[in-house]
């Protein structure tokens, strides 16, 4: 589930064809910063984590399937990213 800024201030959730946008332009942005050396593995290995615990939380309280699946959804991207040796020295 992501989150969109719509315009005059509102925001909606979906699941749909803007969120697969949203995930598919963040992550050809981190993986070219990750490849240009302008992002740190680790920082970004540890901003994804904290994104995935957020949504694991939110679907404890909440019992929200659609945070749980945003959870596994981040870890695989990290693992994605991450995994394929993107931004090493």
């Keep these: 589930m ?4 719509q315009p005059g201030g509102e925001h909606r959730s979906g699941s749909g ?9 963040m992550e ?3 993986l070219e910063l990750l490849s240009l050396g302008l992002l740190d593995r680790d920082r970004v290995s540890a901003l994804l984590e ?7 939380l939110a ?5 929200s ?10 870890r ?3 693992t994605s990213l991450l995994g394929a040796g ?4």
Excluded: K, Q
């Design 76 to 78: 695989s991207l990290a």
């Design 59 to 63: 679907s404890l309280e909440d019992e």
């Design 2 to 5: 992501v989150v969109v800024h």
């Design 50 to 56: 904290d994104a995935a615990c957020a949504h694991e």
């Design 65 to 74: 399937p659609a945070d749980a699946a945003a959870a596994r959804l981040i």
């Design 86 to 89: 993107v931004g090493e020295a």
């Design 17 to 25: 064809p803007h969120a697969v946008a949203a995930l598919s332009v």
């Design 28 to 30: 050809s942005l981190l």
